[in-house]
């Protein structure tokens, strides 16, 4: 079993900033992505970004790409998103995510463990 935690969310003006965090513990992947979605009421649960842990490649939608950044810390088994710039149609619980692999997908299906979503509300 893997456990993601994550923090950070909270409510901001456009044009502001926020920086999630994902802590991960339990079970142990020998390779694996782990990548940032989001769901906003009424709406499916969409790919943000995804990073591939042992290599540091990214891979970002193209409605947040530019403004968000994600990282990993692989001595503290965290990963961040920094989101810059941010939107009203950014609004949503935002959710950390887990697979085995190499390659980021954009399916939610494909990916094994989830955290319980932090909500991030981007007013005008």
């Known amino acids: 079993q893997v456990q993601l935690v994550e923090s950070g969310g909270g409510s901001v003006q456009a044009g502001n900033s926020l920086r999630l965090s994902c802590v991960a513990s339990g079970r142990t992947f020998s390779r694996h992505v782990m990548a940032w979605f989001r769901q906003a009421p009424g709406k499916e649960r969409e790919f943000v970004a995804g990073?591939?842990?042992?290599?540091?490649?990214?891979t970002y939608a193209a409605s947040v790409k530019g403004r968000f950044t994600i990282s990993r810390d692989i001595v503290k088994n965290t990963v961040a998103l920094q989101m810059n710039t941010l939107k009203p149609e950014d609004t949503a619980v935002y959710y950390c995510?887990?697979?085995?692999?190499?390659?980021?997908?954009?399916?939610?299906?494909?990916?094994?463990?989830w955290g319980q979503g932090t909500q991030v509300t981007v007013s005008s």
């Open positions: 995510a887990v697979k085995d692999g190499v390659v980021p997908t954009t399916n939610p299906l494909d990916y094994d463990y």
């Open positions: 990073i591939w842990w042992s290599a540091g490649s990214t």
